[in-house]
């Protein structure tokens, strides 16, 4: 039972870790120190929320409906294209991000920071190809007694992750103290965030 955990805890951890638009929302969070907690815990539920629906069979659901895949693409689109204009527009401006909030940026609501999170989790197509269909297509073929096992490993990762992302960034602390190092960030972020579009409009 322990083999079949850590398979889901590693599979997971492989997935997540890559460079997304999630991980770099919550490392942004992360760095600004807005709704960090909340942040993790949205996007670490709705990766667990997938991944159940992953283990239990989902994701052949989703394969087999192409009309699905192409709204879920044309809609993470979108969402990503809107927010990488926005951190495009942060790293033109002259008066970037400060950590301590003193570059008078309006923050982020409660009920903002929990839609950005949810979207970033559940608007993003990658999100469903990792958690649905790769994790889940490896925990679907376990028994069905090892079925709750290997999701519990596959969550356990992804709480891990965006726990250790989250709280982490604190540290870079001294290097983002320098407006220029957030004009950086936000570029490479808007980059990022256009070309997962733009992938996702082509194929």
Same mark, same amino acid.
């Given at each position: 039972?322990? @083999?079949?955990?850590?398979?889901?805890?590693?599979? +997971?951890?492989?997935?997540?870790?890559?460079?997304?638009?999630?991980?770099?929302?919550?490392?942004?969070?992360g760095? &600004?120190?807005?709704? $960090?907690? /909340?942040?993790?815990?949205v996007?670490?539920?709705?990766?667990?929320?997938?991944?159940?629906?992953?283990?239990?069979?989902?994701?052949?659901?989703?394969?087999?409906?192409?009309?699905? *895949?192409t709204?879920?693409?044309?809609?993470?689109?979108?969402?990503?294209?809107?927010?990488?204009?926005?951190?495009?527009?942060s790293?033109?401006?002259? @008066?970037? /991000?400060?950590?301590?909030?003193?570059?008078?940026?309006?923050?982020?609501?409660r009920?903002?920071?929990?839609?950005?999170?949810?979207?970033? +989790?559940?608007?993003?197509?990658?999100?469903?190809?990792?958690? $649905?269909?790769?994790?889940? +297509?490896?925990?679907?073929?376990?028994?069905?007694?090892?079925?709750?096992?290997?999701?519990?490993?596959?969550?356990?990762? @992804?709480?891990?992750?965006?726990g250790?992302?989250?709280?982490?960034? &604190?540290?870079?602390?001294?290097?983002?103290?320098?407006?220029?190092?957030?004009?950086?960030?936000?570029?490479?972020?808007?980059?990022?965030?256009? @070309?997962?579009?733009? *992938?996702?409009?082509?194929?």
């Amino acid at each position: 039972m322990t @083999s079949v955990f850590l398979s889901g805890f590693g599979i +997971s951890a492989g997935l997540i870790m890559a460079i997304g638009a999630q991980n770099a929302h919550v490392l942004r969070q992360g760095l &600004r120190r807005e709704h $960090v907690g /909340m942040t993790i815990l949205v996007c670490a539920a709705c990766d667990a929320l997938l991944i159940l629906l992953g283990v239990v069979g989902l994701g052949k659901v989703f394969t087999a409906n192409p009309d699905w *895949m192409t709204i879920a693409r044309l809609g993470g689109a979108a969402f990503l294209g809107w927010y990488g204009l926005r951190a495009l527009l942060s790293a033109l401006k002259g @008066s970037s /991000m400060q950590v301590d909030g003193s570059d008078g940026q309006r923050k982020l609501t409660r009920t903002q920071a929990l839609l950005a999170a949810a979207g970033f +989790s559940l608007l993003n197509p990658h999100a469903y190809l990792d958690t $649905v269909v790769l994790i889940g +297509s490896v925990g679907s073929q376990q028994a069905d007694a090892l079925r709750p096992i290997f999701a519990a490993g596959a969550v356990t990762a @992804s709480f891990v992750w965006f726990g250790m992302l989250g709280y982490g960034a &604190r540290m870079l602390t001294p290097v983002f103290s320098r407006p220029m190092a957030w004009r950086v960030l936000d570029a490479l972020v808007a980059a990022m965030l256009w @070309s997962i579009a733009l *992938m996702l409009v082509l194929h």
